[in-house]
């Protein structure tokens, strides 16, 4: 089975998930292969995405950010939407079955480091119980 995370930037939710995605594949020894990518990617991670996975204990510092065509988009058998708002553009891929999980950017949070940490964690956890979830029932 293959499982796409798509979002807009492909710099930090759909670079959480691929990471979540790796590691409960793994874990749950299911034969899955996991890939991210974004309909604009930003062209980097996130480093505060790289940041709070490293305190899960996952290094998603050695993946990056992809476009759709760079993954095998036609062969994705599950692809899980990350767009949470309305104003991005999250792609549909017809034929596909397709899940859309509404989370918020942690990029766009504002304030101190410490405040848009707590940001980045809460959308983390949320993404991780989402996947872990989402691997279990496969």
Not at 28 to 38: H, P, R
Not at 58 to 76: A, G, T, V
Not at 77 to 99: H, K, N, S
Request: hydrophobic share 35%.
């Amino acid at each position: 089975m293959k499982i796409g995370f798509i979002c807009t930037g492909n710099s930090a939710r759909s670079q959480m998930a691929e990471g979540f995605g790796k590691f409960y594949a793994e874990k749950l020894e299911k034969n899955i292969e996991v890939f991210s990518a974004g309909s604009d990617p930003a062209g980097y991670i996130h480093p505060l995405a790289v940041k709070v996975m490293a305190e899960k204990g996952i290094d998603i510092s050695k993946q990056r950010s992809k476009s759709l065509e760079e993954i095998p988009l036609n062969q994705l058998d599950l692809i899980v939407t990350l767009c949470g708002d309305a104003a991005e553009r999250c792609p549909a891929v017809p034929g596909t079955e397709t899940f859309h999980w509404n989370l918020p950017d942690p990029a766009r949070a504002e304030g101190t480091e410490e405040e848009r940490l707590k940001v980045f964690r809460q959308v983390r956890d949320e993404i991780e119980e989402r996947v872990r979830e989402l691997l279990s029932s496969l």
